[in-house]
């Protein structure tokens, strides 16, 4: 069964640092991209943040790009996201979500099967 679980999220101020953490179980994470996800107050979710199987290549958002990074253990089953000059925009419910990685680079949460819980992370001063 597959499982993910988030963790790390908290309030901070603007120009701070976060990093959220999503663990895995029930796949091998080298078959299977994961994506951290972020759901603003009356938006919808969005991808913000990739990174593939095996190769580990990564993906950002423009929003986020140069601000964030993905990375992954797999020792650890675990895949981060480093959050560093947050702004208050960054706030949101951030989820991870995972599926069979095929090669094709997918933004859309409708491309992904599974989903933690998400974590929510607050920048205001």
């Known amino acids: 069964q597959v499982q993910l679980v988030e963790s790390g999220g908290g309030l901070v101020q603007p120009g701070d640092s976060l990093r959220l953490s999503c663990a895995a179980s029930?796949?091998?994470?080298?078959?299977?991209?994961l994506g951290w996800f972020r759901q603003a107050p009356g938006k919808e979710r969005e991808g913000i943040s990739l990174?593939?199987?095996?190769?580990?290549?990564?993906f950002y958002a423009g929003s986020v790009k140069g601000r964030f990074t993905i990375s992954r253990d797999n020792a650890k089953d675990t895949v981060y996201l480093q959050m560093n000059s947050l702004k208050p925009e960054d706030t949101g419910v951030y989820y991870c979500g995972t599926r069979p990685w095929d090669g094709i680079v997918t933004w859309g949460v409708n491309g992904y099967d599974n989903w933690g819980q998400g974590t929510q992370v607050t920048v205001s001063s």
């Open positions: 990174i593939t199987g095996r190769d580990r290549r990564t």
């Open positions: 029930g796949f091998t994470l080298d078959r299977y991209v």
